[in-house]
């Protein structure tokens, strides 16, 4: 005999299976953490570089601490200083492009532009190594005279703060900027650097110019009024001890400005006097 259900028990069975909306179950078992996102706005990350310290006489310090480091980005600005082996670094930077200046008391003061850095990585961001050289005293310029001879040689007589041996500057270290104006200077040249000076071996040094260089003409004529300053200019620097050969490192001794576009000297010494005379 067929059993039958009444329309009312179907409806009553229907909605005891019904499942209940917006009830919270009990929670289940926490999965595995995901891995972590590259490249993400988010990301930081560390600017690492090196800092090499050099006296005025171009020789390397044992000790490279005591530089501060200035790193900028827009609004942001960070600073650290350097250990004894002229190490330093900036860590939870973001992604962006940075600015860094080097500055320790008597030294010139280096910068570097534009380094960019990617966060997210676990290798930081390397600079380019940079040297600081302290402003030179003892072999700073002190009187400069000129004198044109037979009209083809300018002979340059520069004389230096001190006579003593002691302090003898390195040949290449002392720079002479040759101009038309007045205020002759490093923002303010026609040439330099292509005069090669000498020891005379009483605290002088003595160069010249060769007027007709067919290699490297001079821009000027004969009966042209012209001016020359000097400074001590340490460009060659000894690597490791002070029986090294000189060498010219990178990135150098200076650095270009990119609001102006001017190179600039950090670790020029004061400068002689302006000396006048006719080409």
Known sequence: MKKIISLASLLTIFAACTKEIGVTGPAGTQGAAGNAGKGSVGDTGTIAGQLNLY?????????????????????LQFTDTTNVAGQYH?????????????????????K??????????????AVEKVY???????????????TV???????FDLQLDTSSLRYQQYYGNLEIFIGTDKNVGPNN?????QTAFSPDGVGGYLGFLYKN????????????????????????????????????????ETYIDPQTGREVYPNLSKPSNIFGFVY
Do not use: W
């Not at 000097?230 to 090294?244: D, E, I, K, M």
């Open 55 to 75: 006296n005025e006489f171009s020789i390397p310090l044992d000790d490279e601490s005591g530089t501060v480091v200035t790193i900028t980005s827009g609004g």
């Open 90 to 110: 900036f860590s939870g930077l973001a992604t962006g492009t940075y600015d860094l200046s080097y500055q320790k008391p008597g030294y010139g003061t280096m």
């Open 112 to 125: 570097v532009f534009g380094v960019s850095h990617f966060g997210g990585g676990l290798t930081p961001t």
């Open 132 to 146: 600081a050289v302290q402003i030179p005293q003892k072999t700073a310029p002190d009187s400069l005279t000129a």
């Open 149 to 155: 001879n037979n009209g083809s040689y300018v002979y």
């Open 189 to 193: 040249y026609v040439t330099k650097g």
């Open 213 to 252: 260089d067919p290699v490297f003409p001079l821009p000027f004529h004969t009966g042209d009024s012209l001016y020359a300053v000097a400074y001590t200019f340490n460009l060659y620097l000894q690597p490791n001890s002070a029986y090294a050969y000189y060498t010219y490192p990178n990135p150098g």
